[in-house]
């Protein structure tokens, strides 16, 4: 019965869910970078893109050697915001993702 009383009441709820999840996770800066990305992105990632975006460390100012690993995006983000598409797009999981991080400013 506390399981239940801990479910979202509706879309929104949803989402900050998954978001806090995401940023208070071992790879909470790798998820960020990834929405953001996906927000301004001008075409769509690939695995290979992701891989890359997850290699560069901002602060440090460095590149991480690609280790040649199977990139798992699930382990980065929950499949609720983001989607991986047979022919490995990764995009949000449905368009109202987009626009509830774009007017609710959910990612500071």
Do not use: C
């Amino acid at each position: 019965m506390q399981v239940l009383g801990k479910l979202p009441h509706d879309l929104n709820e949803t989402y900050i869910q998954a978001l806090e999840q995401a940023q208070g996770g071992y790879n909470g800066e790798d998820a960020y970078h990834l929405l953001i990305w996906l927000l301004y992105a001008y075409e769509p990632l690939t695995l290979e893109h992701v891989r890359k975006i997850i290699s560069i460390d901002i602060e440090e100012e460095t590149v991480y050697e690609d280790d040649g690993m199977n990139l798992e995006v699930h382990a980065i983000i929950s499949s609720t915001l983001v989607s991986v598409t047979s022919n490995n797009v990764i995009q949000f999981a449905h368009a109202s993702i987009k626009e509830f991080l774009v007017h609710n400013h959910a990612l500071k």
